[in-house]
């Protein structure tokens, strides 16, 4: 029922209108066939009795010839005072012609057959083509024939045109219901259609549907309207959210950086200083020989300071991010290698990435960073190959690795609400700077991480 | 003859530990100092030290690119870099702009005083700490082929496989196992040891690596 409720809607109107155009047409044949027996009968009763008339009473005589017939004719009393049935009669003699009428039977002739059976009624039509039921009779031996004749026309007239309109109408209704149901199918099912069809395949927060649907009727178009501006908002929304989301990144590193300057031009250097002086102290050779043990502790308290405040600085943003992309990858390979007892190889070609921006070599590092963890604590890779190149305008770093390799979900946002960030704040790293990051990876053929970015 | 130093740091307290360091050897004499790279620049042009020390991060115009402009000038200036950074790569790239040695701030007075007589004399000189794979390592390398230290000299340079081996007419894989080999003979474990090692061992000259 729900499903095919314009089926149903079509069958409805259908049905009923069909049954009533063939009720109505049975029933107009065959009052059509009643009324063909009844004029047969009719006029051939007519022919009869006026021709037993003519033969009895009236012979021939004069006045039955006269062109004028007496105002009283007999026929017309006949028919104006016993039927009111539309017809005429007329005494013709042998060759056709008419003896005697009654008005208007001039029509008669032009339905006389010379082969017309006697006595039996017989539909003909004249030069018109309008049908009538005729029948002749001899009057005895007279030499005349009685002829009487009913026009269908007539007879039937009103009876078959209201008919006819009958079947008209019922006819037209039909049809007027099928154009609703069309108008219906074309105005609301139609457009709820494709609305639910643009609903259930609209990446919500990304995609638009059609603003306007013409075809569709006010309400649906309102819905459409209502749903264009909910889907505009969640668009909105999620340009607003990444904004967001790139601010904190951006805020985060420029405090990281600030961070480490400040460490690295206070803190490391007045410590530095104080190592300075502690040695200066203990070369003077003023010290008294059992405190200058406690110089050597306090020197060496003070290069573990310099240690941790670098590995700091290091942690937070390493200054030798300075010496540009080339030499920052080769010093974040060789220190992760050390570390992570990992073989790491970085292949740059000379020069690459020089004027590069300090945020886009941030950015670049931040994703080597992260997919050289990833590849020795995800992957369990022993070899990472990071390359450096040019390719049509746009700087590519390229890192791959022969570890685990895994699935890779669709969208890596998806992977953020599982709480694995890595992969989306890379991406989001690299759209910062007007990048774009590709991870290629399936589960046994390693994982390659690209990013590119624009070089101006 | 003194050796006249001259010092470019912009931390006041360590400058003036450096000074108080060097003014107990006496033949070191202090012709200048300067806060930034753009003073420094202009005092090394009028006082041509024969040793600049110089901090890697100065405001103006930071330690490398002046140790560069130092080269390019012609002067007859040793820049020995000061630093307080353990980053190889930034004696990498001191070595590439043309100094002579490079040295921690927190290197004793001792190291510094050497390391400054050595690159008075041409020489040059790699804090230990920083190249920490020199430690208690004494070993003889083997010799290396002379494929091998075009392939280690140019890959110094920052040339990459790919040009190392359009250069020399040879395969990038050929490259790779020259530089296997190399790593192998000098006990580096990458690009930069095997160039501190092999300037170490004066496999390689900081001549070869500057042309």
């Given at each position: 029922m ?17 049954s009533?155009l063939?009720?109505?047409?049975v ?16 006029v051939?009763?007519l022919?009869e009795?006026t021709?037993?008339?003519v033969?009895?009473?009236w012979g ?33 003699d042998?060759q ?17 057959r010379p ?7 017989v ?21 005349l ?7 269908w ?21 039909g049809?007027?219901?099928?154009v ?10 139609s ?11 609209l ?14 009727v006010?309400?649906?178009?309102r819905?459409?309207?209502e ?12 340009i ?29 250097q ?7 002086r502690?040695?200066?102290f203990a ?6 020989p059992?405190r200058?043990?406690?110089l ?8 573990a ?11 937070l ?10 030499g ?7 220190r992760?290698?050390r ?20 945020e886009?070599v ?7 960073q ?15 190959f990071?390359?450096l ?14 570890g ?15 709480g ?5 704040n ?8 007007g ?5 290629q ?9 690209t990013a ?5 | ?7 470019a ?15 107990r ?5 202090i012709?200048g ?40 000038s012609?002067?007859p ?6 630093t ?16 002579k ?9 001792e190291e510094?005083?050497?390391?400054i ?10 804090d ?9 390592q004494?070993?003889?390398?083997e ?7 075009e392939?280690l ?18 395969s990038?894989?050929t ?14 474990r990458?690009k930069?040891?095997?160039?501190l090692?092999?300037l ?12």
């Open positions: 729900k499903r095919r409720l314009l089926t149903v809607l079509a069958l409805a109107i259908l049905l009923p209108s069909v009533i063939l009720a109505a047409g029933g107009i044949y065959q009052h059509r066939q009643a009324i063909r027996v009844v004029a047969r009968t009719y051939q009763d022919a009795s021709a037993s008339r033969e009895m009473g021939l005589t004069e006045s039955l010839f006269t062109a004028k017939p007496p105002s009283r004719f007999w026929g017309n009393r006949f028919f104006s005072q016993e039927v009111g049935i539309p017809g005429w009669i007329a005494v013709l042998a056709g012609r008419v003896v005697m009428s009654t008005p208007g039977a001039q029509i008669l002739s032009e339905l006389w082969q017309m059976p006697i006595g039996q009624a539909e003909a039509r004249n030069r018109a083509g309008e049908a009538f039921t005729v029948a002749a009779y001899p009057a005895g031996d007279t030499g024939f009685v002829m009487a004749a009913v026009s026309k007539e007879l039937l007239g009103p009876m078959l045109r209201f008919g006819l309109l009958l079947l008209l109408l019922v006819g037209l209704v049809m007027a219901g099928l609703g149901v069309y108008l219906l199918w074309k105005t609301v099912i457009p709820l259609k494709s609305l639910e069809a643009e609903i259930s395949s990446e919500w927060g990304k995609d638009l549907p059609r603003p306007r649907d013409e075809a569709a006010t309400e649906i178009g819905l459409r309207e749903f264009f501006h909910l889907a505009q908002t969640a668009i909105d929304r999620s607003l959210w990444k904004r967001y989301a790139l601010d904190l990144v951006r805020v985060q590193e420029e405090e990281r950086a600030r961070l480490a300057r400040e460490l690295h031009d206070g803190p490391l007045d410590v530095t200083a104080m190592i300075q502690a040695r200066l070369a003077s050779g003023v010290a008294e059992g200058s043990v406690h050597g502790l306090l020197e060496e308290a003070a290069q300071a310099v240690r941790e405040i670098r590995a700091l600085c290091d942690e943003s390493p200054p030798w991010l300075e010496l540009g992309l080339s920052a990858l080769t010093e974040l390979a060789e992760l290698s570390h992570l007892g990992l073989r790491i190889l970085v292949e740059a070609d000379s020069g690459i990435g020089e004027g590069l921006s300090r886009k941030l950015a670049l590092f931040r994703v080597a992260e997919a050289i963890h990833n590849s020795w604590r995800h992957g369990g890779a022993r070899e990472v990071i390359r190149f040019m390719e049509e305008g746009s700087l590519v770093l390229e890192l791959e690795d022969r685990n390799g895994f699935d890779l979900p669709a969208d890596l946002a998806r992977l953020r609400l599982q694995h960030r890595g992969l989306a890379m991406e989001e790293r690299m759209a910062l700077v990048g774009e990051l590709v991870i990876s399936r589960p046994g053929q390693g994982t390659r991480v590119r970015v624009p070089v101006p | 003859m003194a050796i006249r130093v001259f010092i740091d912009d931390h006041p307290m360590t400058r003036a530990g450096l000074v108080a360091a060097l003014k050897e006496p033949d070191f004499e012709v100092e300067a806060s930034d790279g753009i003073e420094a620049w202009r005092i090394i042009g009028t006082t041509v030290p024969d040793v600049a020390l110089i901090d890697i991060r100065m405001p103006g115009e930071d330690g490398v690119g002046l140790a560069r402009r130092v080269k390019e012609g002067l200036v040793s820049t020995l870099m000061l307080s950074y353990d980053a190889q790569q930034y004696v990498m790239a001191s070595l590439r702009a043309g100094a040695g490079y040295l921690l701030k927190t290197a004793s007075p510094l005083a050497k390391a007589r050595t690159v008075a004399k041409g020489g040059i000189y790699l230990s700490e920083v190249s920490r794979v020199f430690e208690g004494e070993i003889v390398p010799t290396l082929s002379n494929r091998e230290r392939v000299i140019l890959t110094s340079k920052g040339l990459s496989s790919k040009e190392t081996a359009a250069r020399l007419f040879i990038e894989r490259v790779q196992t020259h530089l296997a080999s190399v790593y192998d003979k000098l006990g580096a990458n930069t040891e095997a160039m090692l092999a170490k061992y004066g496999v390689m000259t900081l001549e070869e690596l500057l042309e």
